[in-house]
Structures are given as structure tokens and as C-alpha cells.
């Protein structure tokens, strides 16, 4: 059982990654005003790594799952819901926003010669609030969808190699 619950929480930790990296990495690119296809590659494969990384060090679902508890909210509630995803989303969200914001911020100001007309808090602020909205959107979306498929492939009952 432990096994079975750790692969869903790597395979979880996977899909969720590229899910939100490739949105985020999108919204991110488009909101800047300069959409290129290299800096949307970059912003997306960086913050995958970035996303995997916290996907596989927290343990986002027992986080989760231990403040849902702790609330008395009932499993697979409307509002266990929403409150899942506002917990995932808290975690991943701003780490991600924040470390590709300061990429961009970095590549920019090298690519001016530090010339460039941009102040790094309302740039930061301004795609934190953006990417908050989207990631809980796609965390309330696509969440319960994954664990889905995952506990019908991994759940109790089911051997999987």
C-alpha cells in the first residue's frame, strides 16, 4: 500500500510539473509583452524542473490532505476541493513565479546592458497575481482528474509493475 501510494505521488508530482509549466510558462510569456518560442521553451523547461523538484520534496498531497483533516472539511468535498488547491497552489505557485520572474528579469537586464526600464517588484507582483489566479484554476481543473487516473493504475487492488 505504501509503494502503491508513493508511485501515485511521483506519477501526481509529474503530471501536475508539466501541466502548470507549461501553462504558467505561457501565461508568463504572453503577459510580458515579448512572447518569443526559445523564451517560452526555456521559461518551460526551467520551470518543470523547478515544479518537479517541489512536486517530489514536499509532500504536497499530505500536506494537503493534513490541513483538510485538521479542518474537518469532508474527502472529496466541494470545499475540501477548493481548499486543496488553494494549499497546492500556495506552494507551488510563488516558488515558480518567483524564480522565473527573476530569470526573465536577469536575461533582460543583461540583454539591455542593464539598460532596461524595469522594476523588479511590480514585474514580479504583477505575474504573481496572474499565475495565482491560473495555477488554482488548473490545480481545481486537473487535480482530482490525475488522481483519478492514478489510484484506477496504482490504487489498492491494482499490482501494477
Known amino acids: 500500500m505504501k509503494e502503491q501510494m508513493r508511485k501515485i505521488s511521483i506519477h501526481m508530482a509529474i503530471r501536475m510539473s508539466i501541466l502548470m509549466s507549461f501553462f504558467l510558462a505561457l501565461v508568463g510569456t504572453l503577459s510580458s509583452g515579448h512572447f518569443t518560442i526559445p523564451g517560452f521553451l526555456l521559461s518551460f523547461v526551467a520551470s518543470t524542473i523547478?515544479?518537479?523538484?517541489?512536486?517530489?520534496?514536499?509532500?504536497?498531497?499530505?500536506?494537503?490532505?493534513?490541513?483538510?483533516?485538521k479542518m474537518k472539511l469532508k474527502p472529496h468535498s466541494l470545499p475540501e476541493r477548493c481548499m486543496s488547491s488553494l494549499i497546492s497552489n500556495l506552494i507551488y505557485t510563488p516558488?515558480?513565479?518567483?524564480?522565473?520572474?527573476?530569470?526573465a528579469y536577469t536575461m533582460a537586464m543583461k540583454q539591455s546592458g542593464g539598460m532596461a526600464q524595469l522594476s523588479f517588484l511590480p514585474m514580479f507582483l504583477k505575474s504573481l497575481i496572474l499565475t495565482f489566479i491560473v495555477g488554482y484554476i488548473l490545480i481545481f481543473i486537473f487535480m482530482p482528474m490525475f488522481l483519478g487516473q492514478l489510484m484506477k493504475k496504482y490504487g489498492p487492488g491494482n499490482a501494477h509493475p
Open 50 to 69: 523547478i515544479s518537479l523538484l517541489i512536486g517530489l520534496v514536499i509532500p504536497v498531497g499530505k500536506i494537503s490532505s493534513d490541513v483538510c483533516k
Open 95 to 103: 516558488l515558480m513565479t518567483l524564480i522565473m520572474v527573476s530569470l
